[in-house]
């Protein structure tokens, strides 16, 4: 016989199921946000000389010298080519770059941004 004084329930006992104190059995998934990225993509033209295209691609993408040649000699032959990926906002500034350091040596050579 339990002493009337007893609590009516033990710590070892299962939680409590009443309707106060029931576990949601909805769980929400957490989902990490990634920011979009841009390919920046540098488009051929019949002026620019492939060295400097080569030294772009070098100073502002980080490609090896060979790296860089093979790059600049897929937009040569096709047109286009994807030379980086990133951020908003670097995407935007390494455009940048490229068309300043295009403009300054007075070559017609273009790059662009788009969503991944
Ligand atoms: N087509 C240029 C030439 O024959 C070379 C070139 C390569 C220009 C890539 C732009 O993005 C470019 N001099």
Known sequence: MTPSFAPPFRLSDPP?????????????????????????????DDFTPMEFVVHILERLFGMT???????????????????????????ETKVAQVMELARRQQHPLQCTMEKE
Do not use: C, W
């Open 16 to 44: 409590s199921r009443n309707d106060e104190d029931v576990d949601l059995a909805v769980k929400t998934k957490p989902r990490t946000q990634r920011p979009p990225l841009y390919k920046v993509l540098l488009l051929n």
């Open 65 to 91: 010298h060979a790296q860089a040649i093979e790059v600049m000699l897929t937009v040569h032959r096709k047109g286009v080519a994807v030379v980086g990926v990133f951020s908003h906002e670097i995407a």
